[in-house]
């Protein structure tokens, strides 16, 4: 599957502009990390754009709806990764992809909240910042902090570190990401 393709599932499946800003900025962050990590570029890029594809429209099926699509083109690693990001549905983390994507999508929803409310949004804003709003349970009340503590723990990454990944792979892209 190519990003073309996988486009043209996520738009038969979400209309919500903010929920395509989300999975657009887990998308750029997945791209990312690939990179970093020597990985498929597309292939986690694309796990980012559909990891919360079929949300809108099947909430109670999320994410067996997309995950079924996938598994029916083939792309098993895809949909592993996607049954994975959220710990409470009992899928167990195998591969660097399933860790990766658990650890970006509360974090990164997290990371455009905070954005929004700055002046100057993502082009100053520093993992202090994050941190700070990561312990205050009033703000984003939706972001489930225990999963994105657990992310950054199976990730194995330092907190500070990675929100500032984050931060500096969504930059240059802030206009599309921060609606």
């Known amino acids: 599957m190519d990003r073309s393709e996988a486009r043209n599932i996520l738009d038969s499946l979400m209309e919500s502009p903010a929920l395509r800003a989300h999975v657009r900025s887990v998308e750029i962050v997945m791209e990312a990390y690939a990179n970093k990590f020597s990985e498929d570029a597309e292939k986690w890029a694309i796990a980012g754009l559909l990891h919360d594809a079929d949300y809108e429209k099947h909430p109670e099926e999320h994410p067996k709806v997309i995950t079924g699509i996938l598994e029916q083109r083939g792309e098993q690693e895809i949909a592993h990764a996607i049954h994975c990001?959220?710990?409470?549905?009992g899928y167990t983390c195998e591969t660097?992809?399933?860790?990766?994507l658990l650890a970006c999508d509360e974090l990164t929803g997290l990371i455009i909240a905070v954005a929004r409310l700055r002046p100057n949004r993502l082009q100053d804003l520093t993992p202090k910042s994050v941190k700070k709003k990561l312990k205050d349970k009033n703000f984003a009340k939706g972001v489930d902090r225990e999963e994105v503590r657990i992310g950054m723990e199976l990730l194995g990454v330092?907190?500070?570190e990675h929100i500032s990944f984050i931060i500096e792979s969504l930059r240059p892209y802030e206009n599309?990401?921060?609606v």
């Not at 990001?85 to 549905?89: A, E």
């Not at 660097?96 to 990766?100: E, I, N, P």
Request: a negative charge; zero cysteines; proline letters at 6%.
């Open 85 to 89: 990001h959220y710990t409470k549905w």
């Open 96 to 100: 660097q992809l399933d860790k990766t």
């Open 158 to 160: 330092d907190p500070a």
């Open 176 to 178: 599309e990401v921060i």
